[in-house]
């Protein structure tokens, strides 16, 4: 489904500096009416900075901002037309669910009748139909969300925007609400720009993710290029590759790969042009089997087992000092030498010098 | 070796001991802490009221338990001083009030200058009102400098008469009231949750909006605190009254006839009952506002103050 109203929002050259820190450098980025994006990066990323110079919080320091032809990032945030669910909900507490929600419409002066009947839709649509005439203090974390939610899309934005709207619910209900929050996009087909630090949540929900570091994108793709495809070892990092071993290249053939020395040889697949010299092997814990016999087989000694049900997570060590994350169902205990293989297809070869060369292949 | 810990013996169960029964009343050894205040309480403002109203009950010159009040209720002289103190300090209060909103509202958030600025504003509540009425003749006295300036510039024919009368009594409290209220009103709006505006603008809500809405609503419950306290000071007025006033006609306040009585005549009970007609006064206009402000919201604003 997409938006009538506009046909692309687009990001060009936006940043933004705080005094001498730039906290966004550059962005590049046009979201189709409809699209569900994730912004994704480690707290200073510049994820917040992006999404506030978007509702107009934050001025830019430079580029610009457009919806079609229509230059936006001059417009005050009352102008914009961009609903925006923010972390800690901001819902005013001296007013009710109901009032709350329809503050919006109070602002652009719908009229009563059209307003009420809005107001209840966007409750229904949230499931708090009971609790209408109650105010924020008497409701659950996860209801002050919803109404929050309820809030930003009774106005009928073109653009939706949520800041971490689910890092302060606990656990369960934040599942809970991550499917709620795909069920509306789905149901109402609004474009939405959504903050979040948790890959997983971005993976779940978004139709694309926008990986940002110190400011600057790693890589723009479908959660499906970002999660086995990682641009580089830090959206590697970020994706799940929780052991990233750097070891020396010894051998190339085109995209294969073989790094390492000494008691451990890895054979992968390089994500990038690799200079010769030092490199980064990129390996999930669930791709390391505890096996004798296979692919890119080496030893680590267990040091820390957590149970986690059925299998157990495992730190080891390798005889070089780094430690390797693993799950497995076979019973370790720390001081055990716990054989390792991986199959090559599974093995990620970036080089270790950072994101130099990335920035490009992501744009 | 070790010792075996000293282990105390456990009630019966389902009963906490007593100790923990108190604590959770707010019962324990810290209450110790409210005894000076207590004591202070009792010795200073306690005492000293009862046998002030139980001395206006005893009228000097005899007539029976009331013949204070029916006194000062009788005599226009006297019971004028009521109108003439609430004409100066309820106006005085409410602008104090008024000015410092717009002012705090702006002040918020960081920007450069600020600490200086908040100074200035400040700065008057350590001057005293002696200090405060000699700068008060100074510039606006007959031959001060404001009417040199204006008789100069041929803006008036006259020098305008700005002390010994009423204007000189309002604005020595707004100077010496301002500061009070502004320092309260900026630390009330430091309470309400700066990303609740950011909310209302991003649902349409322009800066009146804003501010009509969101922050007046949250910052009601202590603009009706900041106005009792600024009142109170107001209606107390006594030095200013007397030195840039007119302390026989325009601004003869309550304070003045009490200390006229007490002081002047002599005549303790009399002042007593005075000063009792002025508390009476105080609660009264204070026991409205805190009605008006018990029918508002007063939960919390969201902010971390």
Redesign the interface.
Known sequence: MSDPRFSTLRFEGVTRRFGGQTALADLDLSIHAGEFIALLGASGCGKSTALNCL???LPLSGGSIWLDERRIDGL?????????V?Q?Y?????MSVRRNVG??LQ??KVPKKEAAHRVDEAIRLVQLEEHVAK?P?QLSGGQQQRVAIA??IV?RPPVVVMDEPLSNLDAKLRLEMRMEIRRLHQALGLTTVYVTHDQEEALSLADRLVVLRDGRVQQVGTPEDVYCQPANRYVAGFMGYRNLIELPVSRRDGERVTVGGGSIQLEGTARDDLPSGRAVAAIRPEDLVVSETGENRFDVVVEVVEYHGREQSVQGRLPSGEPVYFRTEARLAPGDRAPLAVAAGRVLIYPADGAGALAEAAA | MTTAPSVTVLPGRGKASLRHRLAERGIDRSLALLAPGVLFMLLLFLYPFLYGLQLSFSPQHGGGALANYRTFFSDPYLRGSIGITLWLGIPAALFNVVVSVPIAYKMRGRFRGKRLLTTLLVVPITLGTVLTAEGLLEFLGQAGWLNKILVDLHLVSQPVRLVHNYWGVFFSLVITGFPFAFLLISSYLSGIDPSLERAAATLGAGWWHRFRHITLPLLSPGLAMTFCLSFVLAFSVFPSAQLVGDPSGATHVISIAAYHAAFEQYDYSMGSAISMIMAAIMLVIIGVVLFWRSRMYRGSTGGKG
């Open positions: 509702a107009g919080l005050p945030p009352e102008r914009r037309d961009i609903g925006m923010f800690n901001a819902l005013f507490p001296h503050f919006g602002m652009r105010f203090a809030r930003a106005i």
